[in-house]
């Protein structure tokens, strides 16, 4: 008996063991976070508008509500291809580099007749710009392997200029955006900044009327 009760013994502490381990524990913590929503021209990563467009106001402006942007290319006719080499800049004001891996358009109204390049020299056509890299054309995704088509360099977190200091990107009251008309041009990998070409190439067959869509950038970026 006094062996069998040793035996018992043992069997009960191995399942309380077991018990123990298999258990399962809660707790709760509590963490406040914060974030600001800026207006796109002071973010992150913000547009610059360069380019005027047809009407004299920048290609790149905020809509009504002050809080996205859009671009207006202004007033075309069937067989034209007009070509804004400095559409806007891409400016990253992180304190690490972002790369850009991809650009897609989707239409809303009417045909994509959209060509976009990435680009250094604002003064150049991407086709005679040695730094450019063609992104999309007309409906077809140039850069469908999503890989890095161009990296911006740190940032230093202050919207009023790109470049580092070296670059003021002031404030455009009637587009509401942020601007430069300076020319420097920006050198991959390096640079804070670069430049987007877009040629709107309309055929004879276009229709008449309003075109829309949406123009859609990928960024990639290494924190650790």
Known sequence: MTGMRKKLLL??????????????????ATLN????????????????????ATDGIRVLRADATNVTLQLDFGEM????????????????????????TDIEVT??????YLQ??????????????ASSVF????????????GTAWVLGAGNSDPSNMDGTN?????DTTAQVRYTENTTVAINSTDDYVWVQISIDVPNSA??????????FDFEATTH
């Open 11 to 28: 069997i009960t502490v191995a399942m309380v063991a077991v018990s123990a381990v298999v258990a399962t524990q809660y707790a709760r």
């Open 33 to 52: 976070y914060t974030y600001n929503i800026n207006h796109p021209s002071n973010g992150f990563i913000r547009f610059v508008g360069g380019d005027n």
């Open 77 to 100: 006719t069937v067989g034209i291809n007009k070509t804004y080499t400095a559409a806007f800049a891409i400016v990253n004001e992180e304190n690490f580099s972002v790369n850009i």
């Open 107 to 112: 239409t809303t109204s009417g045909a994509d």
């Open 116 to 129: 976009i390049w990435l680009h250094g020299d604002p003064t150049l056509k991407a086709e005679n710009d």
């Open 135 to 146: 992104m999309w054309n007309k409906g077809t995704d140039v850069t469908a392997g999503d």
């Open 167 to 171: 670059i003021a990107t002031g404030w």
């Open 207 to 216: 229709s008449t009327g309003q075109y829309t869509g949406t123009i859609t």
